[in-house]
């Protein structure tokens, strides 16, 4: 008959496991390796015993929340979930809790940090939700927190993880001219402050360089990286004497669908008249019509990754204070690309 968890003691389940009390404690805490089978044998007499560890006794013991927090700017496009899902991925398997926030230092600085050295044990901050200044007074606290597509100002040492984004954009700009022919081409920023959007912008000034065409002010958007914000400046982009173009870069896959709208009511058709790209390759862009050629970038792993780190900077183990994720180029047919097969799915994936 299984036990009643009440009744049942961290020294039963050392007993019944056969390893001693610490082993079994190290297993529960997370704060010492234990071997696989070890720790099968372990996890496996718990769930016969019914025996479930104290949680306020355990971050008593250990001094800590047993939850890590996540900061974002909002969760109203695609983009997070992928993110998300692969943050979640990492603190489930280390048994933690995920706190998420929404902020914005720019709009919340009359408020506190909603999640911090208070509630949690680490924190991971999607680009520019905290400025410098509140970066350097948690690494004044040592306080385990990493970065997520942003570099870490100059004087703190901040593990960052991000996407190729430079050489990704340059090579898609370059597409559209050496393969479509197309020379006047829109560039469409995100926000301001976000690094995602000046080293795009940067790949997109080296290709128009690389090829001999001069860059023109009049073509740069502000996108957001948006499909609201997108839709409306290109309207205002159409209805005001503007230089010809023949391309779209959209800054991101969101903005694209704001775009596609705004070309289909101005009657230009995609990609006919105009090439349309954009970048990260979130889940509806393969169902656009037509399907939009862009960037495909490992956002769920990102998000792994920096949940890794941050576990690993908890832990006090060794880490990487840089991680650069690779991007690839997938081709479909918004850019001018035909499908090799009508109805059948199709894309070419350029490295």
């Known amino acids: 008959m299984t036990r009643k968890s009440s009744s049942v003691t961290i020294r039963d389940v050392a007993r019944h496991a056969a390893v001693s009390v610490a082993t079994v404690s190290r297993f529960i805490n997370r704060n010492a390796p234990v071997s696989q089978e070890v720790a099968e044998r372990i996890q496996q007499v718990m769930l016969d015993l019914n025996y479930k560890p104290h949680t306020t006794a355990r971050q008593l013991a250990t001094r800590r929340t047993l939850t890590v927090g996540l900061v974002i700017h909002n969760m109203h496009t695609d983009f997070f979930a992928p993110l998300l899902s692969g943050i979640e991925a990492v603190v489930s398997e280390n048994q933690y809790n995920l706190l998420v926030a929404t902020y914005d230092y720019k709009t919340h600085h009359h408020r506190p940090l909603p999640i911090g050295p208070h509630n949690t044990d680490g924190l991971l901050s999607y680009s520019d939700c905290l400025n410098e200044e509140q970066l350097t007074d948690l690494g004044r606290q040592k306080f385990p927190v990493v970065l997520i597509h942003r570099t870490a100002p100059p004087h703190l040492r901040i593990p960052f993880v ?57 073509l740069i958007l502000c996108g957001e990286f948006n499909r609201t914000a997108a839709y409306a400046a290109f309207k205002r982009f159409l209805a005001r004497k503007h230089p010809p173009f023949d391309a779209i870069f959209t800054g991101d896959d969101d903005a694209a669908i704001g775009v596609f709208k705004a070309l289909k009511e101005a009657g230009l058709r995609v990609p006919e008249d105009v090439s349309v790209v954009g970048f990260d390759d979130a889940r509806l862009s393969s169902f656009l019509n037509p399907p939009l050629t862009t960037v495909r970038a490992p956002t769920h792993q990102v998000g792994s990754t920096a949940a890794a780190l941050l576990f690993d900077l908890i832990q006090e183990r ?3 204070a840089c991680t650069l994720l690779p991007t690839e180029i997938v081709l479909r047919r918004s850019c001018g690309c035909a499908y090799e097969n009508p109805g059948e799915p199709f894309y070419d994936v350029v490295r």
């Open 318 to 320: 060794p880490i990487e």
């Open 162 to 218: 991000t996407v190729e984004n430079k050489a990704a954009t340059r090579k898609l700009i370059s597409h559209l001219i050496q393969v479509h022919g197309r020379r006047s081409i829109i560039f469409m920023r995100g926000p301001s402050e976000q690094e995602d959007s000046y080293w795009r912008e940067q790949g997109y000034r080296d290709a128009l360089d690389e090829h001999g065409i001069p860059f023109q002010s009049d």
